[in-house]
């Protein structure tokens, strides 16, 4: 006779897994999880998006490796007994079976799931250059000390959108690629000036430095053709970090395309670091500043949360720096 009450369905049990019954486990920690994912498919030729790469199937093949695309986003606590695949239409229909239990108290079951997976277009990579054209430039973006942050990506993303209008009508090529690799942008052209406007452009309207070089490919008679490669480095460091160059931090100030303001917090220099020195050094990211005022001795943060004693302070906007067991005031 059960003779425990489950504490979440109020239900009798012989015995608890894990604080519950085996139905409400069952319930939480489901035999087979599906992540939600697309079926990306060139509308071209057909091939699909697997593992990072484009591969084109034939007939046969294609059922395998839609299959490998379920069993990718796909965690089976037992085993698969049967996987049926159907396309129809713009999805494809998933049906598997099998035997699993999620937890060694619990019998092996019997479980059957269906899931609907929707097939999205786009264009393959070697399709692309069969109806744009080969590469002839390259832009990669980079974020730098740190990685590109969601905001820069954004930015970039609608900058790319603005790029493509204004170029509709003129003579300078296509984009045909932009991808990401990790938190960088790769963004392949099939003419070196579209590359070049482009690296310009997000140099103009993002904190950066960048470099470029050029390489002869072939001659075509007298006419020599080059492929252009440049590589951006956006700023990803905000008014009010700490960052550490070398044996010295500073705190900055301000980020511009005029540089980076910032002073160094032992000796209270400030100093305007040019963009394309900065990104010469190597530098961290060691914390951040608190932004406040310094009245009658005491430092106030902005929503007057902290409050510090600072006798013998300059009064007015300052900021305060706590770096291991070191603390610095910096009045603005």
Not at 84 to 98: D, Q
Not at 318 to 323: K, L, M, T
Request: proline share 3%.
């Amino acid at each position: 006779m059960p003779t425990i009450i489950c504490p979440i369905c109020g239900r009798p049990t012989e015995r608890l897994i894990e604080g519950m019954c085996e139905e409400c486990y069952l319930e939480r920690h489901p035999v087979v999880e599906i992540r939600k994912f697309k079926v990306l498919k060139c509308k071209y030729c057909g091939a699909l998006y697997v593992r990072g790469r484009w591969i084109r199937p034939s007939k046969e093949r294609e059922r395998a490796l839609l299959e490998r695309l379920m069993r990718d986003n796909m965690e089976v606590k037992g085993r698969v007994d049967s996987m049926e695949v159907e396309i129809s239409g713009n999805s494809v229909v998933y049906r598997i079976s099998g035997l699993g239990t999620p937890h060694e108290l619990i019998r092996p079951r019997r479980f059957s799931v269906q899931y609907v997976a929707e097939v999205a277009y786009d264009v393959c990579l070697d399709c692309r250059r069969n109806i744009w054209g080969s590469e002839r430039g390259l832009v990669r973006i980079k974020g730098f000390p740190e990685e590109l942050r969601d905001a820069d990506i954004a930015k970039i993303e609608a900058l790319l959108e603005h790029i493509a209008f204004e170029i509709r009508g003129k003579n300078w090529g296509s984009i045909i690629s932009v991808e990401m690799l990790g938190k960088s942008l790769e963004i392949s052209t099939t003419e070196p000036k579209l590359a070049r406007h482009i690296a310009n452009k997000i140099h103009e309207v993002l904190p950066s430095d960048y470099v470029e070089s050029y390489k002869k490919i072939r001659g075509r008679g007298d006419k020599e053709v080059y492929h252009y490669t440049a590589t951006v480095y956006v700023i990803t460091v905000d008014e009010g970090d700490v960052i550490r160059r070398g044996s010295s931090n500073y705190l900055i100030l301000d980020v511009g395309k005029g540089g980076i303001y910032a002073v160094d917090l032992d000796s209270g220099r400030k100093a305007r670091i040019p963009l394309y020195r900065f990104t010469e050094e190597k530098t961290e990211r060691v914390g951040r500043g608190v932004k406040g005022e310094v009245k009658n001795g005491v430092f106030v943060d902005s929503s007057g949360s902290v409050r510090i004693n600072v006798e013998g302070g300059r009064e007015g906007a300052a900021y305060y720096v706590e770096i291991g067991d070191r603390r610095y005031l910096v009045t603005i």
